[in-house]
């Protein structure tokens, strides 16, 4: 089946920094994909969907510019979480939308945020 | 819009045995895709199981199956022959048909115990 991967797999970082999470569909062209949230022991929020070429589109409450994406290619979509707090630790999930055939989507292994 | 509940927060069952899972959704929608998918500890999202709601037959996957019932919007997922792989949490999601609409609702989720 189709892969999706995400890096890095889990980070740690100070307070007022900023974090980027890679999220590639690695045997397919995706031109759109989702980033979710994920709070321990709840469920998947969607958080923004990302369409290449274009601004992505946030869920409400989500803020645009503390959580910038970017989706350069048909293979990559960038999250950056900028100048983090510990709110905002959190487990995030991304998934690729296969452009041909039935638009299946996949979904990555998630990446584990922890801000110090 | 979309949402799906999933009124039992942890169900245990013994191994070997049957257990079936509760999902109910609402949608203004005629057609649309539901889906069981199973989050082990690992946090990677598995698809389990998948059904079109034009689709009058109820897909099954080996050891799992579902009962659709779309006038009751009721969609419950069964596992036969229990095993201690299958212990995870399991979420039931909708997605809508059309090309805007192709993210997933998720439901709160199901925490799957599997005694030995």
């Known amino acids: 089946g189709a892969v999706v991967s995400q890096h890095p797999s889990r980070v740690i970082c100070k307070s007022g920094t900023s974090v980027k999470i890679e999220c590639r569909s690695l045997?397919?062209?995706?031109?759109?994909m989702f980033w979710y949230r994920q709070f321990p022991k709840q469920s998947l929020m969607l958080m923004a969907t990302s369409n290449e070429g274009s601004k992505a589109t946030y869920e409400q409450g989500v803020e645009k510019d503390k959580f910038l994406i970017n989706h350069a290619s048909l293979t990559l979509s960038t999250l950056t979480v900028t100048s983090a707090h510990p709110e905002d630790s959190s487990f995030y999930i991304c998934s690729a939308r296969d452009a041909s055939g039935y638009n299946e989507q996949f979904f990555g292994p998630g990446t584990r945020l922890t801000v110090l | 819009a979309q949402t799906v509940t999933q009124s039992q927060p942890e169900m245990s069952v013994q191994e070997a045995e049957t257990v079936t899972l509760s999902c109910t959704y609402d949608?203004?929608?005629?057609?649309?895709?539901l889906f069981w998918y199973k989050q082990p500890p690992s946090r990677q999202m598995i698809l389990v199981i998948r059904?079109?709601?034009?689709?009058?037959q109820n897909a099954t996957e080996n050891r799992f199956s579902v009962n659709f019932q779309k006038a009751a919007k009721s969609f419950s997922l069964k596992i036969s022959d229990s095993q201690l792989g299958d212990a995870a949490m399991y979420f039931c999601?909708?997605?809508?048909?059309?090309?805007?609409?192709?993210?997933?609702?998720f439901g709160p989720g199901t925490r799957l115990s599997v005694l030995p």
């Open positions: 045997d397919f062209q995706a031109t759109t």
């Open positions: 999601a909708y997605r809508s048909l059309d090309n805007y609409g192709q993210n997933f609702v």
């Open positions: 059904q079109e709601a034009y689709k009058q």
């Open positions: 949608t203004s929608e005629s057609d649309y895709y």
